[in-house]
């Protein structure tokens, strides 16, 4: 964990502790080890018989995309709690970074950076006890982008393309609340934003009769398919470059949500991936599927073009710098107005 409590105070990060002073746990009180090596990013540690389900064992990648988090939105000012606690929140578990505008306690945004499989009814519960506390909730994907051996680049756009993307249950759940996931590239410490894009698969009309000779046929067509999705990604962006947005989305019925917006300004200009498709078709031509990406472009469906994407691309053109301005941004009355998220304006 990367919190603890000392004799005087409640709250102390692992990064400004003390080596020799005693520090106790902030859900059981039990006393903490503070592990302050060269290699590891500081933090705390239970007794290994505790029983304590908070602060459970993080990843060393998990710890450190908290601390970059915190530390960019940190720099425009906002204020961030790490492993914060709801009195909504079922069990001893913690808000991983817990962030508002500076005196604007009312406008809180729950950052919950998920590297493991979570349940979609583990997902849903967590999120609707934020949203009853009025806290909105960005659910981001934490992995390592340096597993894809293959990425390509949609020639229109020049976002990443992943053809076959294996998407977990919840990844999709916390996608279609927004319209699209936040990814967090831990070997490259970069932000990406992520499309899916629905795949379908052809398959061939057939007929035949039952016993009895009742005639029976299918007509074929395209079904979707579920194992994967195609993902597009844009980025990478630095921390540092985003801005965070809190809101109610008409796609989560109105429900709060937040998410980053990319130093350009631009919203989400699709909250359904619609203008793309990935097509399986059975060309007898080569006795195998290929898998086609399409493009609908005025009503026509035709073959998206797509190029190798060059070696680098994890941290080619990170955006970011001193003079891009963040914080969370969004209306004063944070549930009074949608922010027109779906309808295609800008936010304030
Ligand atoms: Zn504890």
Redesign the pocket.
């Known amino acids: 964990m990367l919190t603890a409590r000392a004799a005087d105070a409640d709250y102390v990060e692992a990064a400004h502790a003390v080596r020799g002073v005693a520090y106790v746990?902030r859900?059981?009180g039990?006393p903490v080890i503070l592990h302050a090596g060269q290699i590891r990013p500081w933090h705390f540690q239970?007794h290994p018989d505790?029983t304590?389900a908070?602060?459970s064992k993080m990843s060393e990648a998990h710890l450190n995309a908290q601390r970059a988090l915190a530390a960019a939105l940190r720099a425009r000012g906002v204020h961030v709690e790490l492993e914060a606690w709801l009195p909504s929140l079922a069990g001893d578990r913690r808000i991983d970074v817990l962030a508002h505008p500076a005196g604007q306690a009312d406008r809180r945004v729950a950052i919950e950076v998920q590297q493991v499989d979570i349940t979609d009814e583990a997902i849903a519960v967590r999120t609707a006890s934020y949203r009853v506390q009025a806290v909105a909730p960005l659910w981001l994907r934490l992995t390592d982008f340096g597993r894809f051996d293959e990425a390509h680049v949609l020639t229109a756009t020049g976002e990443i393309w992943i053809e076959r993307y294996a998407a977990r249950s919840w990844e999709r759940w916390a996608h279609d609340q927004v319209g699209e996931l936040w990814f967090y590239d831990a070997g490259a410490a970069r932000l990406w934003r992520g499309r899916f894009v629905q795949a379908f698969g052809w398959h061939e009309g057939s007929e035949w009769y039952e016993a009895g000779g009742v005639y029976q046929s299918n007509p074929g067509g395209y079904s979707p398919v579920t194992r994967w999705v195609g993902l597009a990604l844009e980025g990478p962006y630095a921390p540092e470059a985003l801005r965070l947005m809190r809101g109610r989305v008409q796609r989560a019925a109105r429900a709060l949500s937040a998410w980053f917006v990319p130093p350009d300004g631009t919203m989400s200009p699709w909250p359904l991936r619609r203008e793309l498709r990935t097509v399986l078709q059975f060309r007898p031509v080569f006795p195998m599927q290929v898998c086609e990406l399409e493009q609908c472009i005025e009503g026509r469906w035709l073959p998206a073009r797509i190029e190798d994407a060059p070696g680098d691309w994890r941290r080619l053109g990170a955006q970011g710098g001193a003079h891009a301005r963040i914080g969370v941004e969004g209306r004063r009355s944070p549930d009074a107005a949608p922010m027109g998220r779906d309808s295609h304006q800008p936010p304030d």
């Open positions: 746990c859900g059981c039990a239970h505790a304590c908070f602060g």
